[in-house]
């Protein structure tokens, strides 16, 4: 029996020193990372950490809630190496550095020294998280020292705009030269602002002016991606509005044909010779009367005249209206006076019928006047009083020329 507890107690030493410090449930834990350089495009960091070989570090670069940057490493003889992209960073102002061990993230062989979840670990800098685990985490404050020119430019790749915005807006004012903040500071409004990403808008001609710059990137890429965005959409854009405005020029001209008089030829756009089914598929009658000695005059409502149409041939050979809004040059139609188209028209002929008292005593006589170039004017003469008379046009008729023209002998002055 004492032959065997001699031989018990090397036997324990022995179990002890090949565990380690995880029998007695403690493994001592900790990092230590520095800085080997500042760099505003790449930071370096190189460390220390009591943990076993193969245990994973990580860095994380925060600001406030947003993550800047991360790099993972491994340690090795007690020691580590990391590199973080930190060249979208705010400059000037603190950020937070977390180098930590996460053992969720750590291989078995590195777990049976730390313990499940790292529960073996102990030291100043392990922290129980919320889940249960234990991490080793070191923290830091970094400053990333820069020009206020550069530190806006930052804040616009990053995404904080509005910030941006208003650094690049003060460096511009400054030095209105700067292509390159003018540049950074068109791309930022037009990111932020909707109405910017219009073409013709002022952030797309001040890219404009960049078009060949050359810019270093991504600048030079981002301005070409915008400019090549915004370019097409104006082209499309040109394009819908040279459409528009042809649309707008031919509404415009079918408006003017429709209210123009070409005597001899046309009125609301109806041709002597038109065929009435052509004109009444797109213009249908009130209604289809029966012809009088061989002519047929049916009402075109649409157009606000009536047409005369040869039975024989179902061809209009005679366009009227009473309506003020059809118009020969000189502004001359219905509701003007007689005398008017005389003027223009000194080879006018006109005919008077008889004169007729109204229920009001007033004379009147009804007449008609002919324009040898194919124009018969319908006009009423009113008797003002003694030796006083007035003459105004009350309807027009388009004819082929040189159509009832009356006899000399009956023409009126």
């Known amino acids: 029996m004492r032959l065997r507890r001699r031989l018990l ?7 002890v020193l090949a565990c380690g410090c995880g029998v007695f449930g403690s493994f001592p834990a900790s990092l230590e990372a520095g800085l080997v350089n500042d760099s505003n495009q790449l930071l370096v960091l190189e460390g220390t950490a009591r943990l076993p070989d193969s245990a994973p570090v990580f860095a994380t670069l925060r600001d406030g809630e947003r993550t800047l940057g991360q790099a993972g490493s491994t340690v090795e003889g007690e020691r580590f190496f990391l590199t973080l992209d930190v060249s979208l960073a705010p400059g000037n102002r603190p950020l937070l550095l977390e180098v930590a061990f996460d053992p969720r993230q750590a291989p078995e062989r590195v777990l049976r020294l ?5 529960r073996w670990m102990v030291g100043s800098q392990v922290h ?56 950074w500071l068109a791309l930022a409004r037009l990111q932020r602002h909707p109405g910017e990403r219009q073409p013709g808008s002022p952030s797309h001609q001040a890219l404009a002016e960049f078009r060949s710059e050359g ?91 009536e047409v005369e149409l040869e039975v024989q041939t179902n061809q209009v050979i005679r366009i009227r209206t009473t309506s003020p809004g059809f118009r020969l040059s000189g ?21 008077l019928g008889p004169i007729e008292s109204d229920r009001e005593g007033r004379r009147r006589a009804r007449g008609q006047a002919f324009l040898a170039e194919g124009l018969v004017l319908e006009y009423e003469r009113t008797f003002e009083g003694p030796g006083l008379a007035m003459d105004v046009v ?16 009956q023409a009126t002055p």
Do not use: C
């Open 114 to 118: 730390v313990g499940p979840e790292g």
């Open 128 to 183: 129980e998280e919320e889940d249960g685990r234990y991490r080793v985490v070191q923290a830091l404050n970094v400053v990333l020292p820069m020009s206020r020119r550069e530190a806006a430019i930052r804040l616009v790749r990053s995404g904080d705009l509005a910030a941006g915005i208003a650094g690049l807006e003060s460096v511009v004012a400054l030095d209105g030269a700067d292509r390159e903040a003018r540049a």
């Open 331 to 351: 502004d001359l139609g219905v509701g003007a006076p007689l005398l008017a188209f005389r003027e223009s028209h000194p080879d006018l002929l006109a005919t």
């Open 215 to 305: 810019f270093s990137e991504p600048l030079d890429s981002q301005v070409s991606s915008w400019l090549s965005r915004l370019d097409r959409e104006a082209e499309v854009l040109a394009s819908r509005q040279a459409w528009e405005q042809e649309r707008r020029r031919l509404k415009e001209e079918r408006e003017r044909e429709r209210w123009r008089v070409r005597p001899g030829r046309s009125m609301a756009g109806v041709d002597l010779g038109m065929e009435g089914r052509v004109l009444f598929a797109a213009h249908p009658p009130a209604r289809v009367p029966e012809p009088v000695d061989g002519v047929r005059t049916v009402v075109v409502p649409d157009l606000d005249v």
């Open 394 to 409: 009350v309807g027009m008729s388009v004819v082929a020329p040189g159509q009832a023209l009356p006899p000399a002998s």
């Open 9 to 15: 107690a090397p036997l324990l030493l022995s179990l």
